[in-house]
């Protein structure tokens, strides 16, 4: 069963970083544009970036400049480098295809909390 497996999501102080990645398995990740995704509480879930297969990206405007999606299509995973972290970055970040559940990369995986304390 394909999967993508979050994880680097933590506590840190506003004004911290930190760097997510997501690992995904199947044979189609190398030719799929892939997105970050945020869930805070009570709120929908949103893209914060996504990046094609040439490497091209694109941002939320609340996160540009600070974040930035990268990927590596030998290891088969999408980062996500958030410095200057605020406390409205608090949310379980997820990544999944852009538009989601294209090819076959159907779910969501469990995501990773990511919280920042002012």
């Known amino acids: 069963q394909v999967q993508l497996v979050e994880s680097g999501g933590g506590l840190v102080q506003a004004g911290g970083s930190l760097r997510l990645s997501c690992a995904a398995s199947?044979?189609?990740?190398?030719?799929?544009?892939m997105g970050w995704y945020r869930q805070a509480p009570g709120k929908q879930r949103e893209l914060v970036a996504d990046?094609?297969?040439?490497?091209?990206?694109n941002y939320a405007s609340s996160v540009k400049g600070r974040f930035t999606i990268s990927r590596d299509n030998v290891k088969n995973t999408v980062y996500l480098q958030m410095n200057s972290l605020k406390p409205e970055d608090t949310a379980v970040y997820y990544c999944?295809?852009?538009?989601?559940?294209?090819?076959?990369?159907?779910?969501w995986g469990q995501g990773t909390q990511v919280t920042v304390s002012s």
């Open positions: 990046i094609n297969k040439g490497g091209s990206t």
């Open positions: 999944n295809t852009w538009p989601p559940f294209q090819r076959e990369y159907k779910s």
């Open positions: 199947g044979s189609a990740f190398s030719i799929t544009p």
